[in-house]
């Protein structure tokens, strides 16, 4: 019995930390976009739309997508994604 909860509560904080990645990164990506934008149209697009699916995936819960999703826009602005 304790091994599951040991488990479950590790998938808890895990979506935790998750969770409260998505912010840190979409806040990066908003620095970016506003302070130094790609001067490639198509880049510009791509990190726009991966900014906003990024922010949809958070809403719904689903934080890890959401963290994969910000992490290529934030690889497209040549930024190191943040760790878990």
């Known amino acids: ?14 979506s935790a930390a998750f969770a409260m990645h998505c912010p840190q990164d979409m806040a990066k990506i908003d620095a970016i976009l506003e302070n130094n934008p790609p001067t490639d149209q198509a880049v510009l697009d791509q990190v726009v739309a991966l900014r906003a699916q990024g922010e949809e995936l958070h809403d719904a819960g689903r ?3 959401s963290v994969t999703v910000l992490a290529e826009a934030l690889e497209l602005l040549d930024e190191e994604p943040h760790s878990h």
């Open 1 to 14: 019995m304790s091994r599951l909860f040991m488990l479950f509560a590790a998938l808890m904080l895990s």
């Open 63 to 65: 934080h890890e997508g």
